[in-house]
Nanobody
């Protein structure tokens, strides 16, 4: 029902920046919280960050706090992940996801199983 398409991945040097975009279409997208996750080879899917339905609140995993910023576009049909001060350990496939259910606690954003729709991912590679 909801389709998500990531873009903006690529190869960047350590310390560089990238901005990922997640374009969404479908019913009630503007009413969904949106999250970013990443998965490196041989590792579990990791929470990167999330933005609330309104766009007023953001949440981040400990490993990216202070470096990554999540935001909604003005029309709220696009979600961005601005990644600064990139490190080799940031290398992964990055996925955006939509959360259709309403949750009352911020902790709900961190769990992949609370998301209903996923993009196909975009590769981010940080060279050292």
């Amino acid at each position: 029902q909801v389709q998500l398409v990531e873009s903006g991945g690529g190869l960047v040097q350590t310390g560089g920046s990238l901005r990922l975009s997640c374009a969404a279409s479908g019913r009630t997208f503007s009413n969904y919280a949106m999250g970013w996750f990443r998965q490196a080879p041989g590792k579990e899917r990791e929470f990167v960050g999330a933005v609330s339905r309104s766009g007023d609140s953001t949440y981040y995993g400990d490993s990216v706090k202070g470096r990554f910023t999540i935001s909604r576009g003005n029309a709220k049909n696009t979600v961005y992940l601005q990644m600064n001060t990139l490190k080799p350990e940031d290398t992964a496939v990055y996925y955006c996801a939509a959360q259709s259910k309403f949750y009352s606690t911020s902790y709900s954003y961190t769990a992949a199983y609370n998301y209903d729709y996923w993009g196909q991912g975009t590769q981010v590679t940080v060279s050292s």
